[in-house]
C-alpha cells in the first residue's frame, strides 16, 4: 500500500527510479492543452485549468495560444501531432473548427459553435460546454430556478446558440429572445422549435411585461464599448438579471439592472469557470470544485 501511494507521488511528480540498477525515468508525461483565439491574450482559462489541475492533483500543462484564422487547421493538427490531448477554441474560430471535427456532440451542433476539442484515438471529437456553464452556474451556484419561469435573452448570437437548448429542456414557461437583427432570432427560434416555444422580437421592440423571472443578456455591445437598447418595464424586483459579459469593472447591463431595480444581477463570471470545469472533465475524467476557483479568479482579476 506505501509502496503504490510512493510510486504514485512518484509518478505524480515525474521522479527518476532505480529499477535492477537502471535508472528508469519515470517521468509520466505532462499532457498537454491550451486555449486558441485571435486574440488570446485576455483569456483566463489558463489561471483557470492551471487552478484545476493543481486542486484535483492532475499533471499538465495549459497554454495560451494566439492562432489566426488562416493557420487555425495547421495549428491544430500540429498540436494533435505532438500528442496533444484537448483545445479550448475561443473567438473567432468556434464555427470553423467544425470541419475538422470527426465527432460532434449534438449540442455544440445546436449551437453552431465549438468550444472544447478533445484528441484520443487518433480522432478529434467536438463539443460545446457554454450551455452546460451558465445552467449549472444558475442552477447549482446561484440557485435561480428556471423551470415554469418567464425567460428574456437580449442577443442571438453564437453565445445564445450555445444556451438555448439547455435552457429549453429546464422547461421555462415562456422564453422570448430579442436581437437587433431579428432574423437571426428568427433562425434560431425555427431550429429549436422541436425542443420547446420560442418567441422572438426586435430588441428595440420588446414588450412591457413585469412578469420576466430572469433576463439575460447576450449581447456583445456592453464588452465591446458600444451602446445597446435595454428595454423599459421589464424588470419586476423579483427579477434576476445575468450578463454573460463580465469584467473587472460592473457591465453596463449589469448596471443597467441594478439602477431598475432588479432582484439580483450577476455577471458571467460563474459561467465561464462551469464552463472550464465541464472541459476539465470531459479531458480529465474529474469534475473540479469551482468555488474555490472562482473566488480565487475574482478576487485576482
Ligand atoms: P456574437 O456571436 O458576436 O453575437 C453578438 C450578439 O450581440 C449578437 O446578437 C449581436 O446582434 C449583438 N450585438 C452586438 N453589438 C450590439 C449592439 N451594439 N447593440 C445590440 N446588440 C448587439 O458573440 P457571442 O459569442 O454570442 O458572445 C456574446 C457575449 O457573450 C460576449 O460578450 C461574450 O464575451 C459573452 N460570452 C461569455 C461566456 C462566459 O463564459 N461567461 C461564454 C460565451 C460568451 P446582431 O445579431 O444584430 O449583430
Known sequence: MVFLLTLHLMLLNGLKILINGKNINMHSSIDSYGVMGYPVSHSYSPEIHNLFA???????????LQVS??????????FKGKGGKGLNI???HKTEVFKLADQITERASIAGAVNTLSFRNDEIFADNTDGIGLIRDLSINLKIP???KNILILGAGGATRGIISLILEMKPKSLLIANRTIDK????ANQVSHLGQVSTCPLNAIPAFKNYDLIINATSAGIRGEDSIYPTDVISNKTYCYDLSYGLKPTPFYEWAVNSGAHQSFMGWGMLVEQ?????NIWRGIRPNTAPVLKKLITNA
Open 146 to 148: 428556471l423551470k415554469n
Open 185 to 188: 432570432a428568427e433562425m434560431l
Open 69 to 78: 484564422p488562416d493557420e487555425l487547421e495547421s495549428k491544430i493538427i500540429e
Open 54 to 64: 493543481l486542486q484535483t492533483q492532475q499533471k499538465i500543462e495549459y497554454s495560451r
Open 90 to 92: 475561443t473567438l473567432p
Open 276 to 280: 472550464a470545469a465541464e472541459s476539465f
